[in-house]
């Protein structure tokens, strides 16, 4: 299993294209605002994994190590950010992760995004984002 | 009618609709050659149905009028549906979370988080029945297919209860599982076990509920999914097909059948392709049941159609544009013809609507039947060389698709080989590139824009609602008749694994109080579980 972000190893062979692992998370069915943010970020040489729909915290975690991705990005439109994305922050750091940067998107309202930040989510792109500011974000990445 | 002439030339070097038909400046007799009045378009209530299947369509009767009512605990859910009717709206539309679509309990672990977010949560027939208390269950559309089996039932077990016979019941449950492997992703079992179980329920209405429709083809989520007008007409046409030879495959005849059938349609920015859209649909109807199908009965061949305008055809900048944004859309539902229609409340990209934003909405509706006029006349843009030529080349892009998909062995087929979710992708991807280059302007998101501000109130679910639900179904399993639903549970398995209808057995279950989520996980163990391909 590659663990260069966990435990904040660098990497060996330091890499240029972004990994990115994208995600419905739980029962969220709505993914065609995903579906575009993962054709923007393809089209902008970033890497994209595509997990679809269904995917608990754990399994979004397990899939992100193994996959040795730069950022994970789950887009929720039914409600479900504050669960899902405190169980997936807690996945991270249990598995020692915290290394790997995590987004949203969806219908996440304003009022909800700084309790979000709180508990360790990097960047909320909520309703209405353009799909290039999602870019952007990975692209500038260290 | 050069266009070198500076004083006369054309902003755009060429004009299209929103699925890429060509549009000329003007259109005259000549671009209706060929064209039989009598043959083509019919008069109103006349086949091909073109003009609409009544004679005096809305001088008879305004459309019925049905917002989509759902969230928080069943009894929030009443409200809202209580405040609507108070408001004027003319039946209920109901909508269940994601838990309950999913065939799962509130307390089941993937249910965290998401109850009664996106609609009501229905575990067991308690839930239904506080949901509709004082509701009359005349005339409610269940948006509900992956388990449409087990609404009908409840609906019949409250039926039962207050003592309405249900051969007196009318109605509507969605009961399109293709939709849901096409679009926007729901469905519980394979494909070919969702098609036994919406056969059954199709079944099961011949024969008890006369007057009930057993399912609404309802293309309109493809539509949300990234489909355009002539996608939505084609797949929504072949799920229909691939429906009707379920049915006949299953003993029934089409005349017995197909009157029941209704559909459900998007309607989005472009409003004339939108309106030829309704128009064409109805004549694609009458073909494909006479000619295909060899229906007789007049009924079958008059497609009854509702409308929801689409709510990816708004945007969560300005939001109050939207509301001109549902109006042009009731109105072609309108000038289309539409047996019902619900308009997406201009809130709908921020959370569940207010009751502000779903008054706004109703009111949309009513203004439009009854200020401007345009109820007074049936079909008012028929013979429009614009319109009428526009209804023959979406019919005919529609029929493409439909002619594709047979030689691929139908709508299940091309389900399961990806077509259908590629087709939508790729128009998904390409109408975004559109907007993104600002070939396509959308108001507000790529062209005046304003720095936004947070002035519209967004709803909020109350957090006590998944507690809540969950004692409420903890004390149900404690106070019910665990013999009894074990009975009733075997009984459903017994019918599962051989081939009787689904229907009977789950009735007994509901009224016996077991749970959707204990009803869905016999079916998933006899029939299995199913994931779509994961295409990008």
Redesign the interface.
Known sequence: MPFSHCRGVKSLTSRKRKRVLLAKPMLDGHDRGIKLVAKGLKNAGVEVIYLGLLQTPEEIVEAAIQEDVDVIGLGTSMGIHKTVFSDTIDQLRTKDCGKIKVIGGGSIPQRDVHALKEMGVDEIFGPGSPIGDIVNYVLVLP | MGKGSRKFSERKAEFRTLSGLPVNRTYTQEDMKGFDYSKDVGSPGEYPHVRGIHPTMYRGRIWTMRQLSGFGVPEETKERIRFLTEQGQTAPSLIFD??T??G?DSDH??????VG??GAPIDTLKDLEDMLEGVPLEDIHFTESTIAVIVLSMLVAIADKRGVPIKTLKGTVQNDILKEYSG???YIFPPDHSMRIVTDVIRFCCEEMPLFNPISISCTTLR???ANAIQELGFWMAHSIAYMESCIDAGLDPDDFAPKLTSFFGCHHDFFEEVAKFRAARRMWAKTMKERFGARNPKSLALKFHVQTSG?AL???QPLNNITRGTLEVLAGVLGGAQSIALSCYDE???IPTEESVVTALRTQQIIAYECGVTNTVDPLGGSYFVENLTNRIEEEAMKYVERIDEMGGAVEAIKNGFIQKEI?RQ??ED?EAI?KGERIIVG?NRYEVE?S?AVE?FE?SSDVEKNQKEKLESIRRERNDVAVEKALREIRDTAEGNGNLVPPTIDAVKAYASVGQICDVLRDIFGTY?SP?L?
Do not use: F
């Open positions: 994601a838990p679509r999913w799962y672990p993937m249910a965290k988080g998401a977010r996106v926007p992703s729901m949300e999914a990234g990816s945007t969560t900048q990209g921020l959370g992708n998904l991807y975004q993104d998101v936004e947070s967004i679910i994931k994961r990008l």
